[in-house]
Structures are given as structure tokens and as C-alpha cells.
């Protein structure tokens, strides 16, 4: 299975400061049609994971511009850029190109 | 608007079957592929099961050993997950989950499913 390796497991930011948060795949996720099948989720509390992130850097419909995604072959990275109080939650990368999916441990963000 | 409603969660034995449904609305059922994916209590997700758009094609977590079973009614706007000789470790929220751009684009709110004696 492919490992997808999350760090930091937890970061605490104060609304308006950047987050960043890192996934390490164990295999490249990168297809033979040019295509990184990388995704970013928000699971925020109490709630179902939403999508935010697909393709490694493609805004989700409704997400706002303050995410962003960026990365390729085995190393992603999911921007912040300025957080606000309804960011908080567990994010989570998962990739889709080879079953079975698999996710990240998960990142929990908190506001200071 | 999409939604996705999983049911039919709830508390069950070991050793005991339990079918999940999710009533889906506001999209073309039958033109999306499905999965189940599943998050246990304080843990993170974990994928089961994909359904192609005609029901045809299944894929599987290895980890189900056989015992879960996707399936869809697409005149009902329906996805299922059959799972049988539950165990505790199978105690979890048990999501729905529509795909798109190959990746899982929705989420229903999740049934849970506590396997206790």
C-alpha cells in the first residue's frame, strides 16, 4: 500500500498567521497522464470530511483562495495563508492512484 | 445541491451482520462511481470499498477479508455496504462517499456502528 506520511501531526497558528502542512508519499503519485493524484481534506469538528485540494493545487469548488497546494512526485505541501477561526480541524491528504486510497495520519489545526 | 445520507448504523453484536445504505440526491446517481470509507473512534480514514457507476466494477480494502459487500440500487438513488461477522474492531463512522476527478468530491455525514456485546 502507499504510506502517506504527515507532518506536522498537530500546529497551533493565530488567525491571520500562515500554516503549512506537509505529506510524503511512499511511491510517486504522479500518472502516466501527467496528473498527481493528491488530495487535501478539512475535517472540521463535530463534521464529515470536505474536500479542499485536488490534483495536488485545484481549489475545490467554494474554497477559498487562501488554500493553496503545491508538490509533485512524492513530496506535497497544503498553504494556509492567512488562517483564520474557521480553518480549525484535522487535515488530511489521501492519494488515489493505486488502491487501496490511503490517507494521511492527519494534521490537527488550532487556533492561539 | 448533492447529499448523501448514510442509515442503518447502530449497535450489534460480534459475529452479527448490519447493512449500511446512503440515500443519494441532487446529482445523477448512476453516472458516479462510489466508495465507503470508514473512521473509528478518535482515529483517522480509512478506505473501503469503491463501486463502479453500473455496479459492475468493486474494488476492496484487503483488510475486509471478504466479509463487506458494496453494492448500489441506482433506480433508488442507493449505494449499500453489506458487512458481515462484525467485529470489534469494526466500530466506527461509516461514510459515503461520491467520486469525482478521481478523488471523493462529497461525504455524507457518516452512521455509526458500535460492534459490542
Known amino acids: 500500500d502507499v504510506v502517506m506520511t504527515q507532518t506536522p501531526l498537530s500546529l497551533s497558528v493565530t488567525p491571520g498567521q500562515p500554516a503549512s502542512i506537509s505529506c510524503k508519499s511512499s511511491?510517486?503519485?504522479?500518472?502516466?497522464?501527467?496528473?498527481?493524484?493528491l488530495y487535501w481534506y478539512l475535517q472540521k469538528p463535530g463534521q464529515s470530511p470536505q474536500l479542499l485540494i485536488y490534483e495536488v493545487s485545484n481549489r475545490f469548488s467554494g474554497v477559498p483562495d487562501r488554500f493553496s497546494g503545491s508538490g509533485s512526485g512524492t513530496d506535497f505541501t497544503l498553504k494556509i495563508s492567512r488562517v483564520e477561526a474557521e480553518d480549525v480541524g484535522v487535515y488530511y491528504c489521501m492519494q488515489s492512484i493505486k488502491l487501496p486510497r490511503t490517507f494521511g495520519q492527519g494534521t490537527k489545526l488550532e487556533i492561539k | 445541491e448533492v447529499q448523501l445520507v448514510e442509515s442503518g448504523g447502530g449497535l450489534v453484536q460480534p459475529g452479527r451482520s448490519l447493512r449500511l445504505s446512503c440515500a443519494a440526491s441532487g446529482f445523477t446517481f448512476s453516472s458516479y462511481e462510489m466508495n465507503w470509507v470508514r473512521q473509528a473512534p478518535g482515529k483517522g480514514l480509512e478506505w473501503l470499498s469503491y463501486?463502479?457507476?453500473?455496479?459492475?466494477?468493486?474494488y476492496y480494502a484487503d483488510s475486509l477479508k471478504g466479509r463487506f459487500t458494496i453494492s448500489r440500487d441506482n433506480a433508488k438513488n442507493s449505494l449499500y455496504l453489506q458487512m458481515n461477522s462484525l467485529r470489534a474492531e469494526d466500530t466506527a463512522v461509516y461514510y459515503c462517499?461520491?467520486?469525482?476527478?478521481?478523488?471523493?468530491?462529497?461525504w455524507g455525514q457518516g452512521t455509526l456502528v458500535i460492534v459490542s456485546s
Open positions: 511511491q510517486s503519485l504522479l500518472h502516466s497522464d501527467g496528473k498527481a493524484y
Open positions: 462517499a461520491r467520486e469525482e476527478l478521481d478523488g471523493l468530491d462529497y
Open positions: 463501486i463502479g457507476g453500473s455496479g459492475t466494477t468493486t
